[in-house]
């Protein structure tokens, strides 16, 4: 991996940039050093960060991976909290915490390739138990082109609950109201109706949520210059981000957001963990709950607790790489 694109940037939710670009910051190894502490490579400005919290390293073929460096108050990747000898993969649009900090991660050299996944695969929670026969896990635009009338009605309604949110999500972050942005979401959708007979989703010429992102900013253009004829909201990075992040951004955190919480739905509702323990996992892993107060709460053992814990979280994390290597 060159070191042209060896390139990391921390989003800080005010909205700024710590960079590896900076002429300020040398880094001279694969190791990039997180932290408050002026020894480390990208300085954050918080006392509730530890001088060396964690590291990112990139491995030969341009992967990157997030650890802990035994910090006071963990470091936790989409909202699961990483153990102290736990090293994961992340991509660009990652949430990162960090003491009373979020930063958001990005990678403007690119991600690497995609990690092999298993060959079991989750399903979507569904209402209605009696279509699992139409849950074939293919495209879900091959099955939006389905001719049968069931297995076509099925897959509309799995597009639907999948992306609606997120794109009414994104909206809001770009400055509509709840109702503007729902009728921006019903709109991107019944484009997508009208022309699922003769769209063809290629991987090789393009992800799909870039598919998604570029309909849903044509849909948000052609109702802003009605109402608001003076804006110029042609140029990509001209819509008005609340957050003062650009619009890819923006993108990239309700994307990262809709995919961790369909993955922790898949998840939960496997059947693969009792009830006990995906209480552990909420309240160790995810809420930071101190671990004596979750095994008195729930009659488990703090190793119990752990294993629990790890092992949701690594279903969890596998369950996001498939998502993003079925849909980009």
């Given at each position: 991996?060159?070191e042209?694109?060896?390139?990391i940037?921390?989003?800080l939710?005010d909205?700024?940039r710590?960079?590896t670009e900076d002429?300020?910051?040398?880094i001279t190894e694969?190791d990039?050093?997180?932290g408050r502490g002026?020894?480390?490579?990208l300085?954050i400005?918080?006392d ?7 590291k990112?390293r990139?491995?030969s ?6 650890s802990?460096l035994g910090?006071?108050s963990?470091?936790s ?5 990483l153990d102290?000898d ?7 649009g ?7 900090t979020d930063v958001?991660?990005?990678f403007p050299?690119g991600?690497g390739?995609?990690?092999p ?6 399903e979507?929670p569904?209402?209605d138990?009696?279509v699992d026969?139409f849950?074939?896990?293919?495209s ?6 389905a001719?049968?009338t069931?297995?076509r009605?099925v897959?509309?309604?799995d597009f639907?609950?999948r992306?609606v949110?997120?794109?009414?999500g994104?909206?809001?972050?770009a400055g ?5 942005a ?8 019944a484009?997508?109706?009208?022309a699922?007979?003769?769209?063809e989703y290629?991987?090789?010429?393009g992800?799909f ?5 570029a309909?849903t ?8 210059r009605?109402?608001?004829?003076m804006v110029d909201?042609d140029?990509g ?8 992040c650009n619009?890819?951004?923006a993108?990239d955190?309700?994307?990262?957001r809709n ?5 922790l739905?898949m998840?939960?509702?496997s059947?693969k963990q009792s ?5 552990a996992f909420e309240?160790?892993g995810?809420r930071?709950?101190?671990?004596e107060?979750?095994?008195e709460?729930?009659?488990m053992?703090p ?10 979280a690594r279903?969890v994390?596998?369950?996001i ?8």
């Open positions: 991996m060159s042209s694109t060896r390139r940037e921390l989003v939710s909205g700024r710590l960079s002429p300020s910051v040398e694969r990039v050093v997180v002026q020894d480390a490579d300085v400005p918080d509730t960060v530890s001088r060396r919290h964690f990112i990139s491995d073929e341009g992967r990157w991976y997030i802990d910090s006071r963990g470091t990747i989409n909202w699961m909290a102290s736990e090293e994961v993969r992340v991509r660009s990652d949430r990162v915490r960090t003491g009373q958001m991660l990005s050299g991600d390739p995609a990690d996944v298993s060959a079991e695969r989750l979507e569904s209402a138990t009696a026969e849950q074939t896990r293919g879900l635009l091959i099955r939006l082109n001719e049968g069931d297995e009605e897959g509309w309604q639907y609950d992306y949110p997120l794109i009414t994104f909206a809001r972050r509509a109201k709840d109702e503007e729902e009728d921006v979401a019903h709109e991107v959708m484009n997508f109706f009208r699922s007979e003769r769209f290629n991987p090789e010429t992800r949520r870039g598919y998604l992102k309909a900013l044509n849909a948000m253009r052609a109702r802003w009605k109402q608001r004829p909201v140029a990075t001209d819509l008005p981000i609340e957050d003062r619009v890819d951004e993108w955190r309700e994307w990262t995919l961790i919480s369909r993955a739905a998840v939960r509702h059947g009830e006990q323990s995906w209480e309240l160790y995810r930071g709950v101190p671990i107060e979750v095994s709460r729930l009659g053992k190793d119990a607790i752990r294993q629990a814990k790890s092992r949701i279903q994390r596998q369950e790489e498939r998502l993003r290597a079925e849909e980009g």
